[in-house]
């Protein structure tokens, strides 16, 4: 399996900044797309921006121009960087990667792992 783990989140005040990063581990072949999730109380987890092996990006319309993602393919680690930070933008944020990975008994499958997820908390 493929274990993605977050760090990051925290509590800041409007218009403060952020950084989220996570770093995938195992045997891990190949990652395609590594993207962000965050869901807020009450709302349904939403797409925040996601970046392929490529480097083509995608955003949400509500962070484009405020958040920035970018990964490192050497570590499999994906980072988020987050400005001009509004309350909206209260949520746990969790990280995504899909690819290809060895199994213990070293066949090629595909994985889809999610990490923990890391509060991130704006105040007004």
């Known amino acids: 399996q493929v274990q993605l783990v977050e760090s990051g989140g925290g509590l800041v005040q409007a218009g403060g900044s952020l950084r989220l990063s996570c770093a995938a581990s195992?045997?891990?072949?190949?990652?395609?797309?590594m993207s962000w999730y965050r869901q807020a109380p009450g709302k349904q987890r939403e797409l925040v921006a996601a970046?392929?092996?490529?480097?083509?990006?995608n955003y949400a319309d509500s962070v484009k121009g405020r958040f920035t993602i970018s990964r490192d393919s050497d570590k499999n680690t994906v980072s988020l960087q987050m400005n001009s930070l509004k309350p909206e933008d209260t949520a746990v944020y969790s990280c995504?990667?899909?690819?290809?990975?060895?199994?213990?008994?070293?066949?090629?499958?595909?994985?889809?792992?999610w990490g923990q997820g890391t509060q991130v908390t704006i105040s007004s």
């Open positions: 195992g045997r891990i072949l190949s990652i395609n797309a």
């Open positions: 995504n990667a899909a690819g290809r990975y060895y199994s213990r008994g070293f066949k090629e499958m595909d994985f889809d792992s």
């Open positions: 970046i392929t092996s490529a480097g083509s990006t």
